[in-house]
């Protein structure tokens, strides 16, 4: 059997990982500034992490949820205290792109409506009903078309008023930053605007927080920046540092009933208690914090360079943009400097999403690989 090959792929083969970098089997070290996609929150093998993981594996690994398993419970009374979600309620799941179907299914059986408003530039999963809200016809096949869908340009407070005065939206979806798209923050007035309208026309707010979330920007959702909540928040991709798991939290007047959702792996022991060290980690290090700080040296520190175009980010989200493809100055930075990082749908964009447990020197050395890269490519 082959592979179904739908990965355009690096000529890398990591075997091992550790902190905050990866290794190949002839032992070439690389410092991960991009976390597999943003997974990686608490860095490699964290050793609570591990101790964790294989203290629950001993125990119990697993049995479906049709049982009670009360790490589930203490994951929600966790993540709610750190979140400043307290009062909301948690459906546990494998993905993001699952915690994004669950979010438009509840918000469409609370209020009964099915239109929905969405941004260009976004993306929230692959899967039916989260396709259908992300701007990209080449992800979808036609079965994926049949939802009502209004894509506005981010920030567009007028036409967002023209479609919510209609009073027939079920949700606006928004990312707390656009991650594929390039690293486009919402205005934190526009994002005010979006929850007052919302609340006044019966129409429920879902922050996409799978990338932008659990610390990254420096708040636990980026969307806070803004000082609102949102009715339901999904969250996944640095939830388990790569134990897939994922979440949709939903505001306590929206009433659960049997059947509503379910998931047979969703929130299994091992999940639970992967996602749960996670949350300590992020707590005892103070890793909110240490986003800021350290993404805001690398914000000021590469707005001084004289190549990008423009640097754009919250915390350890930083999306660099330039008056040039940025394909030739990746395969440089991996194989002369090794040092990975992540693009987007933007060809000029480079994307950075280091893990939360950085350093300061590490942030240097990236600083460092990154002039010699610019010189080494030739592009600038």
Do not use: W
């Amino acid at each position: 059997m082959e592979l179904f090959d739908v990965y355009p792929l690096l000529d890398l083969e990591p075997v091992k990982a550790q902190d905050h970098y990866v290794f190949t089997a002839d032992g070439t070290k690389y410092l991960d500034f991009y976390s597999g996609h943003g997974v990686i929150s608490i860095g490699h093998s964290h050793p609570h992490y591990i101790n964790e993981v294989n203290s629950q594996l001993r125990d119990i690994g697993f049995y479906s949820n049709s049982v009670k398993n009360p790490l589930q419970q203490k994951l929600a009374e966790k993540l709610g205290r750190i979140s400043g979600y307290e009062d909301y309620q948690l459906f546990l799941s494998n993905s993001g792109a699952e915690a994004i179907e669950n979010a438009l299914k509840v918000a469409s059986f609370h209020n009964e409506k099915s239109k929905v408003i969405a941004f260009k530039g976004s993306f929230h999963g692959r899967t039916s009903a989260a396709l259908s809200i992300t701007d990209g016809d080449k992800y979808s096949a036609p079965i994926n078309k049949g939802s009502e869908v209004t894509f506005l340009e981010l920030n567009d407070g007028d036409g967002l008023e023209q479609e919510l005065v209609q009073g027939d939206v079920c949700a606006v979806v928004i990312e707390g930053i656009q991650g594929i798209g390039g690293i486009n923050i919402p205005d934190d007035k526009f994002l005010r605007a979006v929850r007052e309208r919302c609340t006044e026309t019966d129409t429920l707010l879902i922050c996409d927080e799978i990338q932008s979330g659990y610390g990254r920007t420096g708040s636990f959702f980026a969307h806070q920046h803004a000082g609102i909540k949102a009715d339901i928040v999904t969250v996944a991709k640095g939830m388990g540092n790569g134990f897939p798991v994922a979440g949709t939290i939903i505001q306590s007047d929206i009433e659960p009933f049997y059947g509503q959702l379910g998931s047979t792996f969703g929130g299994n022991h091992l999940a639970c208690a992967a996602a749960t060290a996670v949350l300590d980690v992020i707590e005892s290090e103070n890793l909110m914090d240490r986003a800021t700080q350290l993404g805001d040296t690398l914000l000021n520190s590469l707005s001084t360079l004289p190549e990008p175009k423009e640097v754009r980010g919250r915390g350890l989200m930083i999306g660099i943009e330039f008056p040039f493809a940025v394909k030739e100055l990746r395969r440089v930075l991996i194989e002369e400097e090794h040092i990975l990082t992540g693009v987007s749908s933007d060809p000029n964009v480079l994307r950075l999403l280091p893990p939360l447990t950085i350093t300061r020197n590490e942030v240097a050395t990236f600083l460092d690989a990154l002039k010699n890269a610019l010189s080494l490519s030739k592009v600038s």
